[in-house]
């Protein structure tokens, strides 16, 4: 919205011409996130504590040891999809069509998640909305970002919206990670669409399942917003008709560079979120948070072309999800479990390990992938 507002001003007053480069608007927007998550936080979470005074937040299937942070406020995530839009809407291209699909994303799955903790709140247990209907939402809301993406709806679109540009988006290429364009870039044709979903979804129920421990979630969403932020800005730059993806073989995205705004504008709202969200938490992120936070995430992977390098970034939420259908199969196979319960951040607490510890550790182990992850980009 600045950005449009300012920038046309620029003839008049030369500072405003800064708002042209993304690599300002990504710095500003990041800190208007963060900005705005510190002073807001106090007043939100102690209207989330009246609002939710004598309901339990604490999950069932946890340790016995939680049932202590009973009281502890949920839908914390609330603020952080505040704070993520504001700032987005603020420094972003709103005519790039990549920033509204990942914004349309991680707000419907925002919206889902709010349904689910309403109804575990009202309600007063930890069922909230059935599995399968929040599966369905959720597969309709990417099916609408699969027809917005790989459908030219220019005419329509700009007939009516005139200021807003969207085209047809039909790369169903696979990147692999430390392979070069050049060399192998598979075509997945039609398979494309039930591999998306697959990336998209899997994220969100993998960000959310691991969202279990103070700051456990927030912590690798941080990491994970960063490294999204280095990628779809080196897909989406050339500099003096020089292409960064082009030089470093990876696929060349236009208009991608402003997708950092978004993913600075999730840094920021995420740190300042985990302000209040360390250990010992003051509130809890919830399903809105998680669900829109991992929805996010599966879309930039998706757009940016880093659909198999997201496996590698998101290795810690991968191998929390892992730890569930290992455990679900082998009880139900076998009668006996692989674990002493999953997630398996759970297992590492009945084993004697300090919450705070398997946080850091977790946190230790997203970094060293993200770096792996950022490692592909040259090593091809």
């Excluded at 989406?236 to 020089?242: D, E, K, L, V, Y």
Aim: hydrophobic content about 50%.
């Amino acid at each position: 919205m600045l950005y449009h507002l300012l920038y046309p001003l620029a003839g008049r007053f030369g500072p405003l011409n800064v708002f042209r480069y993304p690599s300002f608007r990504i710095i500003a927007a990041g800190f208007t996130a963060l900005l705005l998550g510190l002073l807001l936080g106090p007043f939100f979470i102690e209207r989330l504590r009246r609002l939710q005074y004598g309901v339990s937040n604490v999950r069932e299937d946890t340790p016995d040891g939680h049932q202590k942070k009973a009281g502890t406020p949920s839908m914390g995530g609330m603020l952080v999809l505040f704070c993520l839009a504001v700032a987005t809407l603020l420094f972003a291209d709103l005519t790039n069509r990549l920033v509204w699909t990942v914004l349309l994303v991680t707000l419907s799955f925002g919206a889902i998640g709010f349904w689910d903790d309403y109804l575990k709140i009202s309600k007063r247990n930890s069922k909230g909305l059935a599995g399968r209907k929040k599966l369905l939402w959720q597969l309709g809301a990417v099916l609408v970002v699969y027809y917005l993406l790989m459908t030219d709806l220019s005419p329509r679109i700009g007939s009516t919206f005139p200021f807003l540009t969207i085209g047809s988006y039909q790369d169903l290429h696979l990147s692999l990670p430390f392979v070069s364009t050049r060399f192998f870039e598979p075509s997945l044709g039609w398979l494309y669409l039930p591999f998306m979903v697959l990336v998209i979804l899997g994220t969100s129920h993998a960000v959310n399942l691991t969202d279990g421990l103070d700051g456990l979630a927030i912590g690798p969403a941080i990491v994970s917003g960063f490294t999204f932020l280095v990628l779809s800005y080196v897909a989406g730059t050339t500099i003096a008709g020089f292409s960064l993806a082009g030089y470093l073989r990876i696929p060349v995205i236009p208009g991608a560079a402003e997708l950092g705004v978004y993913c600075a504008a999730l840094v920021g709202a995420g740190i300042a979120f985990l302000w209040y969200n360390t250990y010992p938490a003051s509130v809890f992120m919830g399903d809105v948070g998680s669900l829109a936070l991992g929805g996010g995430l599966g879309t930039l992977a998706v757009l940016t072309k880093n659909e198999v390098v997201s496996a590698i970034l998101h290795g810690v939420f991968l191998a929390e999800t892992v730890s569930v259908i290992l455990q679900v199969t082998s009880y139900r196979t076998t009668g006996k479990r692989i674990f002493r319960m999953a997630p398996i951040h759970h297992h590492f607490e009945l084993k004697g390990w300090a919450e705070p510890k398997i946080i850091v550790r977790f946190w230790i182990l997203s970094i060293m992938l993200a770096l792996v992850a950022l490692a592909s980009l040259k090593l091809r």
